[in-house]
C-alpha cells in the first residue's frame, strides 16, 4: 500500500537518499550530478514548494514537488518534478504520484500542468506521462547534457487539469 503525504523536515535524509541516486546517474535530471545535499534540499523543500513523500511499508520510496510553473501571470500552471527511488521501480510509483499529483494541484487552484524538460531519451518517463494524459507541446533541440548521450532533445509537455 503506498501512503503519499506531505514531506516534513524530518524526511530531509530519506528526500536526499533518492535525489543523490537519481541525479547521479546524469540521465534524467538536470540538476549536476555533484550538487551538494544543502544545495539540493533548500531546492527540493523550498517555501515556494509543495512537497510530498510516497511511503511504502513506512518507508520513503518516492518524492516530488508542485510549484508554480511562472510567477504572477502564468502561476496558473503547475510544473512538477517527480523521483522514485531506484530500487522501487517497476512499482508504479511514479504513476501513483503523478495522478496524486494531478488531483492536488487542482485542489491548489491551478488550471493545467506542464513539463518543461522531459528528457527524450527517458522513453519509461515521456511514456507514462502520455498515458496519464500529457502531450508534446514542443521539442527542445540539444537541451539536456546526457551524462552518457551527449547533447540530448528534451520535450516539452501540457495537460489541462
Request: glycine share 6%; charged share 20%; net charge neutral.
Amino acid at each position: 500500500m503506498l501512503n503519499i503525504r506531505k514531506a516534513h523536515l524530518s524526511d530531509a535524509e530519506d528526500i536526499w537518499d533518492i535525489i543523490r541516486e537519481v541525479i547521479t546517474a546524469g540521465d534524467t535530471y538536470t540538476f549536476d550530478p555533484q550538487t551538494p545535499k544543502e544545495k539540493m534540499l533548500a531546492y527540493w523543500l523550498a517555501p515556494d514548494k509543495h512537497t510530498y513523500v510516497a511511503e511504502s511499508d513506512n518507508r520513503i520510496v518516492g518524492t516530488f514537488i508542485i510549484k508554480d510553473n511562472q510567477p504572477d501571470l502564468g502561476s496558473h500552471v503547475a510544473n512538477a518534478g517527480y523521483m522514485t527511488a531506484p530500487h522501487a521501480f517497476g512499482q508504479g510509483i511514479g504513476r501513483k504520484m503523478c495522478a496524486f499529483s494531478l488531483e492536488e494541484a487542482k485542489r491548489l487552484g491551478y488550471l493545467a500542468m506542464q513539463f518543461n524538460i522531459v528528457i527524450k531519451s527517458n522513453e519509461r518517463a515521456v511514456k507514462l506521462w502520455q498515458q496519464m494524459g500529457f502531450s508534446i507541446i514542443g521539442e527542445i533541440p540539444e537541451a539536456f547534457q546526457h551524462q552518457s548521450l551527449g547533447l540530448t532533445n528534451a520535450y516539452i509537455m501540457y495537460r489541462k487539469l
